[in-house]
C-alpha cells in the first residue's frame, strides 16, 4: 500500500467534514485477527478508515472534528518502539502520521482513553458506525459516559450517534481519477494473471495449480493481496458459484471458471473468464459461452450516465432466458418465464455490482426506493453466467456446465469503459490464446 499523495486523502476529509456539520467522527481500523495459535492473519484495513487516512497499520482510531481550530484531524496510533518492530515490522508512530499521512495531531493509541473524552464534550452529535466493529462499540460508549457525567460542571455531552456510512458511501460510489488509475492497474495484474492461467492449462493438473498462475501473476504485478480467495472451478464445480476448494484433476472435454481478482493499493479487480481445458469448445459448450457473451455485450448497452442500474440485468435476463428457450433448456413464452422467475435455474444471480476499495463495494442500489441512476466515475461489475447441473430433462451434452463472463467496467461522461478488457473474451479469441503454451 501507499502509491496516492496525502494531499488525496486531506482533500477526501475536507469533503466529508463539510458533509458532516459541527460533530465528531470516530473512525476506527478494522481490527488484527487470530487465525491460529501464535498466528494472525494478515492485516488489512477498514475500507472507510483507510479511505480517509491511507493510513495502512492496525491499533488505530482517525477521529474527524470540523472547524476545530487546533486541528481537525487526529490519528491515534501505535508508538514507535524498536524491539517490537524488529519482531512485527516497522511502524509510523505519531510522527509518522503526522509527517507522513498528513494529520494534524497524532498521539500513542494507548493514550486515547485519556484523550478522546475530552474530545467530546461539548459536541451534540458523533459520527461512528455501531455495530460494525463490535468490540470497539463499548468503549465508545464508556467514552460519552464519561463526558455525561460531567453535566454538573457544565460539560455538555454527545446527544446524538449518527452512522457516517451514508456520507462516506456515496462519496466512495463515485471514483475519483486517482482511483481509477488504481483500479485500471488492478484490471491490467488481474488480467495478466487470467492470461496465463488460460495459456498453462491443460488436461491432468489440478485446480490450484492454475490458482498458482494467477497468484504468481498478481504478486508479480505489485498486488498485496487477492480482492477475494479465487475460484478455480472445473467440470460441474462451475455450476458452485463460490467454489473454493480448487484441488480437482483438469479433464479433457470440461470447461475452467476462473473468477478472481487482486488488490492495487487496497482498490479491487473482479474478472471472470470460462476456457476448455482442452484446446477447444464442444458444441454444447460453444453455444452456452456466446449466448453469455451476447448477454455481457447486451447489458453493456445498457451502461451510461442517465440509465438505471437494473437496465443491464435486464437486458442479459432477456437475451439467457431467449437463448435458454431456443436451445430446448426452458420451455414457454419468454416473457412468462421471466416474469415467472423460471430463467433462475440457470441464471440465479445478478448481473453486476458496484467494485472499489470492496470487491462487492459501498453504495445503494436503489435512492429513495427508485432504481439508482448511473453517473460518470462509477464501477460495475457484468457478468451474466449460465449454470447447468446434471438432470434427467437436460440432454447430457448440456450437464456439468457452468460459465461465467465478468468484466469490470467504468461509467464515463459518453458511455463506458472495459478496465479488464486486455483478456480475450470471445470464443475465438479464448481458443487462440489456449494454442498458446507458457
Known amino acids: 500500500m501507499g502509491f496516492m499523495d496525502k494531499n488525496v486523502f486531506k482533500r477526501r476529509r475536507a469533503e466529508f467534514m463539510g458533509l458532516m456539520g459541527p460533530a465528531v467522527a470516530i473512525i476506527p481500523t478494522a481490527p488484527v485477527r487470530a487465525r491460529n495459535g501464535d498466528v494472525e492473519y494478515r492485516f488489512r484495513a477498514d475500507s472507510d478508515f483507510y479511505y480517509l487516512t491511507h493510513f495502512p497499520e492496525p491499533e488505530a482510531v482517525a477521529v474527524l472534528i470540523p472547524g476545530r481550530e487546533q486541528g481537525e484531524y487526529f490519528l491515534f496510533c501505535r508508538e514507535r518502539d524498536r524491539e517490537k518492530e524488529q519482531w512485527q515490522g516497522r511502524r509510523a508512530g505519531p510522527e509518522g502520521a503526522v509527517a507522513r499521512y498528513g494529520a494534524d495531531d497524532a498521539f500513542p493509541i494507548e493514550d486515547i482513553d485519556d484523550i478522546l473524552p475530552g474530545l467530546l464534550e461539548n459536541q451534540r452529535r458523533v459520527y461512528y458506525s455501531m455495530g460494525r466493529h463490535p468490540e470497539f462499540d463499548g468503549r465508545v460508549l464508556e467514552w460519552v459516559n464519561e463526558v455525561r457525567g460531567k453535566a454538573r460542571s457544565g460539560v455538555a455531552a454527545p446527544e446524538e450517534f449518527v452512522d457516517p456510512s451514508h456520507i462516506l458511501h456515496e462519496m466512495r460510489l463515485t471514483k475519483r481519477s486517482e482511483e481509477i488509475a488504481l483500479m485500471r492497474k488492478a484490471a491490467a495484474v488481474a488480467g495478466e494473471g487470467h492470461s496465463r492461467a488460460i495459456r498453462a492449462c491443460a488436461p491432468g493438473m489440478r485446480e490450484y495449480e492454475l490458482e498458482a498462475e494467477l497468484l504468481y501473476a498478481f504478486r508479480k504485478g505489485g498486488s498485496e493481496y487477492p480482492s477475494y480467495p479465487p475460484i478455480v472451478a472445473s467440470g460441474a464445480n462451475a455450476c458452485i458459484l463460490h467454489y473454493t476448494e480448487n484441488d480437482a484433476v483438469l479433464k479433457e472435454g470440461t470447461l475452467v471458471l476462473i473468477d478472481a481478482g487482486c488488490e492495487m493499493d487496497g482498490y479491487a479487480s473482479d474478472i471472470t473468464r470460462t476456457f476448455p481445458v482442452g484446446r477447444r469448445f464442444t458444441g454444447e459448450q460453444r453455444a452456452l459461452y456466446d449466448l453469455v457473451l451476447a448477454a455481457h455485450a447486451a447489458a453493456l448497452t445498457r451502461l451510461a450516465p442517465g440509465r438505471e442500474w437494473p437496465m443491464a440485468h435486464d437486458a442479459a435476463v432477456a437475451v439467457l432466458t431467449q437463448g435458454l428457450v431456443d436451445l430446448g433448456l426452458l420451455s414457454g413464452s419468454v416473457d412468462g ?78 458511455g463506458y469503459e472495459i478496465l479488464s478488457a486486455a483478456v480475450p473474451r470471445s470464443a475465438e479469441d479464448i481458443e487462440a490464446l489456449r494454442a498458446e503454451r507458457l
Open 337 to 414: 418465464l421471466i416474469e415467472s422467475g423460471g430463467y433462475k435455474r440457470f441464471y440465479m444471480h445478478r448481473t453486476g455490482h458496484w467494485l472499489g476499495l470492496d470487491v462487492h463495494d459501498v453504495g445503494d442500489y436503489k435512492v429513495a426506493g427508485s432504481p439508482r441512476v448511473l453517473e460518470a466515475g462509477m464501477v460495475t461489475t457484468v457478468e451474466p453466467g449460465l449454470y447447468v447441473s446434471a438432470a434427467d430433462d437436460i440432454p447430457e451434452g448440456f450437464h456439468g456446465i457452468g460459465i461465467r463472463i465478468e468484466d469490470d467496467v467504468l461509467i464515463t461522461k459518453t
